[in-house]
RNA sequence: GCCGGUGUGUCGGAACUGGAAGACGAGACAGACUCAAAAUCUGUUAUCCGCAAGGGUGUGUGGGUUCGAGUCCCACCACCGGCACCA
């Protein structure tokens, strides 16, 4: 027998299976179709780094298994390239971000490919490649079409020094990352996506997908769907009314006071009337600085100025109540003005509480001197008027319906989610597809122009004036009007990088279409992705990012499902071994070619998988690598022990089958490493008995393949099995087979374990306390005492309970 | 701060639906092989008391429910992910 050299038997597989294309996937009526995704990387500079390989690995396994099982599986694998580390580099180093990208891309893939990953790569896409931004444009003029996208003042983070704007991840401490200058908020005019539309129907129809529990609870939170109702204060003395949400209707008479955001339009408009507009103004200004964390951050000390010279009357008790600003109210949610009331939240009463303003108890029960008092289930309206006495629930009923019937309010329901700034000031990023003519407005650029791309321009900077680089070159903003041929300007905004991953997936399908962004058959074929997996950290972007598009398209008859993914699964980050995030700074990366190089690919990948519970974060462990190396190095051994015949070793037959039941649930439950745990215990199994049949050996490799595909498709031919392993079909087990007959029995004595005894699994009660009552040490604990109690759970356990 | 999650030997982790805590792997220790080391093989390994049989303690902290709690409930602590322009 030779010695494992992983490096060139890798090798040898990987051609093989690449020439024969055994992982294209291509249309098959005849048989059942699984679809596995994997969310594609970002190329960057860095190269991979051994996080990458988790997920990958865990759904190759589960590609291959399904392939095994007799499914048409289409895995694929792709780039998102469009991104700001990639323009930052280039403007750094003066080189064109699209071949840096293309660079990247071919590092991560031929990284990837030594990893001997099962994907489709006839299918490989890149967002960044005209044909695919071709499509991203053409949906992204949809969704024009049909009125979601629309143009709003949005604020972007501005530096004041480099005078450009900055995206959220530059800006470190309210500072510029690149110069240290001071960032303030510069409302600038963008275009959004109206993902609120869809709001009720992404938290409703997470009922229709399976997501991990997590992963939903996070959306609807994220989405945050509240009933409450819109009120409208009347200004005193002005026509304008100041309209507020709140959930909590029933508390409005405990109202006392008004707070709204500094960013709200009331402000400006009354700028002459207001005493102290000076004072609003350099708060304003304070918190322009702030980020929204800061500004709601519950803990911290309240601030805000009383706006003198405006007052607004609460429209239950008539009264005149003062109206204040403060940061920890947000332009961004419900209206942008909320009535206050210290009574009952928390943190209108720290606000009530600082600056002298009056605090009345609505809801008895609770003491209002000392804190707000929250409770919605006991409490009972008072100094109320006609809701006095009420329940909470009940007063809200009744005060809404009044609200209405006065047409003073109306019912409300209200949403966390915002719509979604589409418009980015950068290079490397899918120009906006409009036209800007004078006379027309915003016109979309015709199909038959798609795709807009990107102009050559020598600085990848945004501008000074707070405008993407596109806008400095004049041949391509200056364009002719597509619906009268005037003159006309092209937008120079580009997309977001989560454009071109909102609808990858469906890409995929058809990669190489031209005519449409995936052909019909392809869509209604492969659609749904049947199992999809990523990181938690994309829950409440992009994952909901396309969830809409897609809902999006389904409405519009463009796909034929209204959910993209069936199931979702997140996986665990990969940490250095030092137990923290890995990353260049801390020094702690490692490269999956350096273990590829000194141990092998599938030692890579049994490693990955046997690290811990796949859904958690673990540390990285060169010894931990060993292991697997270690135990790979003696599945490869079996060959040693490997004996003639195709009858199953009889004295192993049960462990066998409980392995085959237990790997096949394992790799369908993403619990891996009790997989691998499970095959290590069977091939110590086959050592302690000291031979292995073909047929046992054939079982094991095919169980161990999609973990380790490589070593095993060797050994099946090293050992002259019958054609390749990649063509053999996954085993079944028989059940009758995994179960034990006798079984060691625990006796416990008030619930504590005092002997275990050997038995039939079969045993009655009473068989078992008879065997009980014999043992010495359960009688040692007995002694005088009288049973009280026997509890009896067949085949786990026997207590009883003396007293 | 808000939303979601996690916490078990020296380390990574295992434990079905509330039923023997610590599978599997690593590390350490001891032994075999070797001139020696590495590799490999064998054994031991939560902790305390005990020669042993056996017993006490033990799953972040404090409380509770139960015959029985890592698992369920309440309160708290620590850490991780996300917070809308990183991907």
Redesign the pocket.
Known sequence: MREYRPNEIEKKWQEIWDEKEIYKAEIDQSKPKFYALV?F??P?AEGLHVGHPRPYTAMDIVARKKRYQGYNVLFPMGW????????NFAIKNKIHPAIVTKRNIQRFKSQLKSIGFSFDWSREISTTDPEYMKWTQWLFLKFYEHGLAYKKE?P??WCTSCKI???????VNNACERCGGEVVQKV?N?WMLK?TEYADRLIDDLDTVDFI???K??Q?????RSNGMEIDFQVAGKEDKLRVFTTRPDTIFGSTYMVIAVEHPLIEKYKDEIENFHEIVEYRGEVSKK???ER?????EKTGIEIKGLTAINPATGKEIPIWVSDYVLM??GTGAIMAVPGHDERDWEFADKFGLPIVEVIQGGDIRKEAYTDTEDGILVNSDFLNGLSVKDAQEKISDWLEEKGLGQRKVN????????????Y??EPIPLVHCDECGWVPVPEEDLPVLLPDVENYEPTDTGESPLATIDEWVNTTCPTCGKPAHRET?TM???AG?SWYFLRYLDPQNDKEFASREAIDYWMNVDWYNG????????LLYSRFWHKFFYDIGLVSTPEPYQKRTSH??ILGDN???MSKSRGNVVNPDDIVRDYGADTLRTYEM??????????W?E??V??????L??VW?LQEIVVEGSDYTKELESSIHKAIKKVSKDFDTL?F??G???L??L??EF??YGSITKKDLETFLILLNPVAPHITEEIWQQVGLEGYLHESTWPDYDESKTKDEV????I?V???????IEISVDASQEEIKDAALKD??VQ??IQDKSIV?E?F?KG??F?L?VK
């Open positions: 969310e990387p970002y960057s998102d390239a469009f991104g700001l580390p990639t323009e949005m972007i983070n704007g900055l995206a959220n991840e530059e800006v600038k963008q993902i529990d997590r992963v609870l996070q609807t939170n994220w989405i945050g980020s929204e964390i709601t951050d519950l803990s911290k961004s949610y949403y966390k989610l915002r719509d979604w700034v589409f418009s980015r000031q950068r490397w990023g905004d977001p990088n989560w991953s990181g938690m950290e994309h829950t409440t972007l992009h665990g980050m137990n923290e995030k046997f690290i811990g519970d796949f859904e958690k974060s673990a540390p462990s010894n931990g060993k292991g697997c190396r270690r135990f190095e003696r051994k619990k490493n009790t691998i745990a499970t290590m215990s091939s110590n050592y302690d079984i060691q029995m625990p416990q008030n619930g504590k374990l005092r002997a275990t010495e040490n040692k604990f109690k509890i759970v786990k356990i207590n309970v």
